[in-house]
């Protein structure tokens, strides 16, 4: 029984069958070239990783140097004072706009922000002529009423 089942010559068919998918491979190269790609997809992911952490650095580094060189070195006073917080400045409107929408837009973002303060700085109207067409669309659509 045991020669039976090694013997190629009890199941032609099957055992030729066998040899052609597995006989004509050659198993080294095919090794080689999956784990070649493997290892180049590997150190070129690593490479856009770098790059990518590198612009993220030098973009970073901009916003700190910018805000580093506007703020001045704060005075050293000899007592701290004790003072009530200032009020916030009124933010700059544009002409043409309401204290009522001025109002709301305030509420509205001291809602999204949920009650925290904030410092609105200024309030404009966004020209939106030059806006292409597809973004119009989608404000359009984003903003229709329910």
């Not at 597995?22 to 070129?44: E, R, Y």
């Not at 916030?88 to 002409?95: D, F, I, K, W």
């Amino acid at each position: 029984m045991q020669n039976l089942i090694f013997d190629v010559s009890a199941s032609p068919v099957a055992a030729q069958t066998y040899k052609e998918y597995l006989g004509g491979v050659d198993w080294v190269q095919t090794s080689t070239v999956v784990i070649a790609g493997i290892v180049i997809v590997m150190l070129v992911l690593a490479i856009l990783i770098a790059i990518f952490k590198g612009f993220g650095k030098a973009a970073e580094g901009g916003k700190k140097s910018s805000k580093k060189a506007a703020q001045p070195a704060p005075a050293k006073a000899a007592a701290p004072a004790v003072s009530a917080p200032a009020p916030a400045p009124a933010p700059a409107v544009q002409s043409g706009i309401s204290g009522e929408i001025v109002a709301a837009i305030s509420a509205a973002i001291y809602a999204s922000e949920g009650g925290k303060q904030v410092t609105i700085r200024s309030i404009r109207v966004k020209n939106v002529a030059g806006r292409n067409p597809w973004a119009a669309a989608a404000i359009a659509d984003n903003t229709r009423p329910f």
